[in-house]
């Protein structure tokens, strides 16, 4: 704070009253017009400060409340996919040897179908030969 700049004035002795004169108190009326200001100021800036703090304390919570709805929606839907994959995973193992035999049966009708090209191509094989030796048969005879 600021020192008073008045000087305390030395008793005189009067005649007629024979008090002392009392000296002239250290504040100023500008002084404390200052002082005043400098106080409402200073309430100023910290009602401003603490307005300021609660509107960014409003703005992050109804932030931080929408991240927990979205973040509690997404784990709801996480657990019923989870709960789906497992119920499919289920019906997957138990239905495996479905799987399996169908997988041996594809092969065995490649396999048959392949058998069965072979068979035809030496049977036209043998009735060429037939025909040939018929045919030289008759020839012959």
Known sequence: MA???????KPEVESDAGSEEQARPGTSGTENMLMTNRRQASEQFAKASRAEKAYRTKKKAALARA?????????????????????GL?????????????????????????????????????????AKEEGENKEEA
């Not at 020192?3 to 004035?9: D, P």
């Not at 991240?67 to 119920?87: I, M, V």
């Not at 019906?91 to 396999?111: A, D, N, W």
């Open 90 to 130: 289920f019906s997957v193992i138990i239905s495996f040897p479905y799987l399996i035999g169908e997988k041996q049966e594809l092969r065995r009708q490649k396999t048959d179908a392949k058998k069965r090209e072979k068979n035809l191509a030496m049977k036209k094989k043998l009735e060429e030969q037939l």
């Open 67 to 87: 991240n927990y709805t979205q973040t509690k929606e997404n784990f709801k839907e996480g657990f019923s996919h989870f709960k789906l994959a497992f119920k």
């Open 3 to 9: 020192k008073s700049k008045s000087k305390s004035k």
